[in-house]
């Protein structure tokens, strides 16, 4: 006589436990998935914020560096000026080194950086010309910066000024400060550098 066996399935209870316990797993593998893909997305973020930082802080710095005490003369019985505008919220100034490349050969180029509506606007033209360079479009425009202030630096250590007066001064500063402001309200950040003048001139 053969012994009959019983095989035993799940229960419907056993089978709504194991499925609950699936979908908790799936729900706390998905939420931590989430988060960590939140988190690459930020990194990401901040690593392209400061590349763009760094890159435009070092496109100001070798203009910067390679400031030389140009100058022009406006009209026949004047005198000779210095081509240098250092105000609060803007710079112009004559370069050795311009920031971007001009597509001619040029030993000097003159160049401005002022807040736009748009944003930080750069702009540069080869020198001598006699095309105001107001009139020039930006070559560069930084959404990004929503404000850009400037401070110099006199013959005195810590002897900073708002404005280089040309009146008072017949040289280029030592140094000037530039702080870049990135965004706007609470959020808003500040990064402050400065770059040293080699060539101040007499």
Do not use: C
């Amino acid at each position: 006589m053969r012994k009959q066996t019983t095989v035993r399935g799940f229960t419907l209870l056993e089978l709504m436990l194991a499925l609950s316990i699936v979908a908790a797993l799936m729900v706390i593998v998905s939420g931590g998935l989430r988060i960590g893909l939140t988190s690459w997305q930020r990194g990401e973020e901040r690593t392209a914020k400061l590349d763009r930082d760094r890159s435009l802080i070092v496109l100001l710095e070798g203009a910067l560096s390679g400031a030389f005490p140009y100058r022009v003369t406006p009209g026949v019985a004047e005198e000779p000026r210095l081509v240098f505008d250092g105000q609060p919220d803007r710079l112009t100034f004559a370069t050795l080194s311009p920031p971007l490349p001009t597509g001619t050969l040029a030993a000097f180029s003159v160049v401005s950086l002022t807040t736009d509506p748009a944003g930080l606007a750069l702009r540069q033209q080869i020198l001598p010309s006699p095309v105001p360079l107001d009139r020039v479009e930006p070559i560069l425009i930084d959404a990004k910066i929503s404000g850009v202030r400037f401070r110099y630096l006199g013959e005195e250590p810590e002897s900073w000024e708002d404005v280089w007066d040309l009146t008072k001064e017949d040289s280029l500063p030592r140094a000037v400060e530039i702080t870049l402001v990135n965004g706007t309200g609470p959020r808003s950040t500040w990064q402050t550098f400065t770059v040293p003048i080699h060539a101040t001139g007499p």
